[in-house]
């Protein structure tokens, strides 16, 4: 083994290099390269759970390798615990193998057999599979020396992840997180800007946590932006801020002065630790799980509520990123700008938050659920399956293609309209409550037009203006049937008003 002083790399701690810490069971953050963008400061790479002690001298030189190539050291301690996995698996499935040369195919295959009928969740299967099948390759000509060559876990055999799109915070709900009286209730200012930073920014708990005392900027243009480090792409970058976020971080730097002092460079500095009338700390940033935790204590202290009246102790801080992403497509935000303020690495992730969007106005669309025609008929849209997004395919294009005035033409994709300006008289024309008020006027002007109409003798005109008013006089009592379920619906379920108005009315300062 080869013994590279850990201290010559940028961040190192250990005094005597990799010496130091391979004989150990777990290695510090404190002592390991990048140790600024880990997640504690205590042990945070565990060996000890693997049973194997080839395995084991094999992991140490994937998460040295790992280290080496820049990686963070949460995101190796992630891989370790999916190869603990692999190391329980192999002392019950083959307890008498003693070296890599025993890993046959048919070994692997049966450990990915067992991955996927385990009762694990989608995103986890794909972990442990793919860490394994990276830990062969990479280590195959060092840790694994003597590993078969066909004993590989090829590409195809990773489980595919099943795309879910981005959760959202309805807005009630978001409001009462950035409501100033509960913010109140916080025990600390450095609390309240944690919670503000993640309302207003959007930035992965990593980035929050990582910022700089110097963050907040005041540009040439004189508005307030922050400067930050995105920790997943390695790259520094700076958004736009409010006045409110503002504010609150010349709060935090005063509190940061009278704590701290200038001990620290941390917006977010570890509490300070107070000793024979001194305080020490400042040296580390707050944790990623000390960030979580404060969002947790915050619901219950403020008894944040969701729509069902729980406490809304399932939101997490990642959630505010997916809020400011479809707040800003709801507001018709171009993706590219979205891509830009949330420092995407492609538009494709960027347009995840579209299609939250489009499911937002789907379910929008199927709480009302249907439709009237032209006898106020109730025309009900397919809720589920293939059939449903079909269906809502449709509505999509009817709507991006003609823009009518009083409803929607239903025409299938590629057929043209023979009877331009007639729809009150056609059987594929289709509206909701949402014209209800186009659809009175042009009643009372059909009325007006008629009556002007039979005095003028004019008979093949009052046919046609008939026909019209019995139109719309059944789609208004169509309406109003709908109407009346749909007040039902809201008083048996009233999350469903929440989330109609959350999709409706986007919350003021989400784009900040």
């Known amino acids: 083994m080869s013994a590279e002083p850990l201290r010559a790399l940028e961040g190192g701690r250990a005094a005597r290099g990799w010496d130091e810490l391979w004989g150990r069971d777990q290695w510090r953050a404190h002592e390991l390269p990048h140790g600024d963008l880990a997640s504690g400061g205590g042990a945070i790479l565990h060996f000890e759970g693997l049973v194997q002690p080839w395995l084991r001298e094999a992991a140490r030189r994937f998460a040295r390798a790992r280290l080496l190539a820049s990686l963070a050291p949460g995101t190796i301690s992630d891989n370790l615990l999916h190869l603990r996995a692999f190391s329980r698996w192999l002392a019950t499935a083959a307890p008498e193998l003693g070296s890599p040369a025993g890993i ?32 062969l390759e990479e280590q195959r000509e060092d840790g694994l020396a003597g590993l078969p060559r066909r004993a590989a876990i090829h590409a195809a055999e990773i489980p595919r992840a099943d795309y879910r799109p981005p959760r959202g915070l309805e807005r009630r709900l978001f409001d009462q997180f950035v409501d100033p009286a509960n913010l109140a209730l916080l025990p600390r200012e450095q609390h309240r800007t944690v919670v503000l930073l993640l309302a207003f920014t959007g930035l992965r708990v990593s980035s929050v946590a990582t910022l700089g005392r110097d963050a907040l900027e005041i540009g040439s243009d004189g508005h307030p932006y922050l400067r930050y480090r995105n920790v997943k792409l390695r790259r520094e970058a700076v958004i736009p801020i409010g006045p409110a976020l503002t504010e609150q971080l010349r709060r935090q730097e005063d509190y940061l002065e009278a704590t701290h002092g200038s001990r620290t460079d941390f917006l977010l500095p570890s509490p300070p630790v107070r000793r024979r009338g001194t305080s020490r700390g400042g040296g580390h940033h707050l944790s990623h799980s000390m960030i979580r935790q404060i969002v947790k204590r915050y619901v219950r202290k403020a008894e944040i509520r969701d729509g069902e009246g729980r406490l809304a102790t399932w939101v ?30 492609s538009v494709e992730m960027t347009a995840h938050y579209a299609r939250l969007h489009d499911e937002t106005l789907r379910r929008e669309l199927l709480g009302w659920q249907e439709r009237v025609n032209i006898r106020g008929e109730r025309i009900a849209l397919p809720l589920d399956g293939p059939l449903g997004q079909a269906a809502w395919m449709k509505e999509r294009i009817a709507r991006a293609r003609q823009a009518l005035p009083n409803g929607f033409c239903g025409l299938p994709l590629v057929q043209t309209c023979p009877h331009p300006n007639a729809c009150l008289s056609c059987d594929n024309f289709l509206t909701d409550p949402s ?78």
């Open 316 to 345: 997490h801080p990642h959630l505010f990123r997916h809020h400011l992403g479809t707040s800003m497509v709801n507001d018709g935000v171009p993706l590219p700008v979205i891509q830009r303020v949330l420092d995407h690495a």
């Open 435 to 512: 014209f209800r008020s186009v659809h009175k006027q042009q009643l009372a002007e059909t009325k007006e037009l008629r009556e002007r109409a039979e005095r003028d003798g004019s008979l093949r005109l009052v046919e046609v203006l008939e026909r019209d008013q019995q139109s719309l006089t059944r789609i208004l009592d169509g309406l109003d049937e709908l109407e009346v379920d749909q007040q039902r619906s809201d008083a048996a379920q009233p999350l469903d008003v929440v989330e109609l108005a959350a999709a409706r009315q986007p919350a003021e300062g989400d784009a900040a």
């Open 104 to 135: 046959t195919r048919a070994l692997l295959e049966d450990y990915a057999l067992s991955v996927r009928t385990g009762g694990l969740a989608a995103g986890t299967k794909r972990a442990r599979i793919g860490v394994l099948r990276a830990f």
